[in-house]
């Protein structure tokens, strides 16, 4: 019984969000705290037992399991604890803070502009440091500066290519969101948190509606229900897989993926600023194909489960450490594959560059 139950606790380990920690993100966790319900790594394991009266933690291989902590752990996940930061958010919003029955309460989202200080990542150090933010409606952008005087921003990320979504396991943060933006056609990921949730709530709907109000001038005709879905995404799928090269006939080497709607990146790192390189996933009328494995002369050490996606221009292969990997992957492909293209989709396939 005791062997089923931890069969049963390993089997969580597959769904989708639970094969990374929920707190920084690192592949394959083997400890899960019980009485939050998410999977977290060795290393955060040991700052969840400093904090016994929040979270209480088990190895999820070595461990006896009761019943009831089985159920709990599969009624949760690392997903679903993402999605109970925003209800949190929400309700304190409501309740807590009365912002919808006192309007001098709600926060401006659309007034068009809004400053304040985030920490931000360090593109090369990985240390957060506080920055102060600008995000202007009259030019367009969100911009962030160093210091506190520079007259000169570090960074302009404009509007119309720019997307916000919460990554707190990533970030390793419960406050977490990563900002992304188009710089020379290729993807710049910024990752900042606030230590008050409200905060960093308040900015990602002020950037979703500015993002509202560009898109009302971009696409005149179109009514809010059509507007809407274009906001903010989340991303498709994000995980590690293993490629190789052009001539597919170097090593295979693991990096970390992102699924960004016909945007496949690929990082060293699940924090890199900058992608090593972008594939571009058309649609099948326009020549592309998702197999299950690899061409048969396909060399090197590599994980068991392949993908082979083949574009007008070339063939990329992906190998996936598990079958389950395999095909969820497979299907996220396959779903922008089976989608047709939109008229200014074949203009970012016609400027895309397919690094190596």
């Known amino acids: 019984m005791a062997k089923e139950r931890r069969r049963a606790v390993l089997e969580l380990l597959q769904r989708p969000g639970n094969a990374r920690c929920a707190d920084c993100g690192a592949p394959d966790p083997d400890w899960a705290s019980y009485t939050l319900g998410v999977f977290i790594c060795l290393s955060c394991s040991g700052i969840h037992r400093n904090i016994p009266q929040v979270s209480k933690v088990k190895s999820v291989r070595l461990d006896a399991w009761e019943e009831a902590q089985v159920e709990f752990m599969a009624s949760h ?62 030019e367009g952008a969100l911009k962030y500066f160093n210091r506190n005087d520079a007259k000169e921003p570090k960074a302009v990320m404009k509007i119309e290519h720019l997307n916000a979504t919460f990554q707190p396991a990533k970030i390793g943060h419960p406050h977490g969101l990563q900002v992304t933006y188009l710089k020379d056609n290729s993807t710049r990921n910024i990752f900042i948190y606030h230590e008050d949730g409200k905060e960093i709530v308040d900015w990602f709907n002020a950037l979703r509606a500015a993002r509202f109000h560009y898109l009302q001038v971009a696409f005149p005709g179109a009514g809010d229900a ?62 592309y194909t998702v197999l299950h494995g690899f061409p048969p002369s396909t060399q090197g050490h590599h994980w068991p489960h392949g993908i082979t996606i083949v574009t007008p221009d070339r063939k990329f292969l992906f190998a996936c450490e598990t079958e389950s990997d395999q095909r969820e992957w497979v299907a996220a492909f396959q779903k922008a594959v089976d989608r047709p293209m939109l008229p200014q989709e074949y203009a970012v396939e016609a400027h895309f560059k397919h690094k190596p």
């Open 77 to 138: 996940g690392n997903d679903a604890a993402r999605a109970r930061l925003l209800r949190e958010q929400w309700i304190r919003a409501k309740y807590e803070r009365q912002e919808f029955i006192y309007p001098e309460k709600q926060e401006p989202y659309s007034a068009g502009y809004r400053e304040g200080f985030l920490w931000k990542r360090g593109r090369d150090n990985g240390q957060f440091l506080s920055r102060k933010f600008v995000l202007t409606e009259r």
């Open 226 to 287: 059509d507007l809407v879905p274009k906001l903010s995404r989340n991303y498709l799928k994000e995980g590690y897989m293993e490629k190789t090269g052009p001539k597919q006939t170097e090593g295979f080497r693991k990096r970390w993926f992102t699924m960004d709607d016909r945007r496949l990146m690929y990082f060293k790192d699940p924090l890199d600023a900058f992608a090593r390189g972008e594939v571009f996933i058309g649609s099948k009328e326009s020549g």
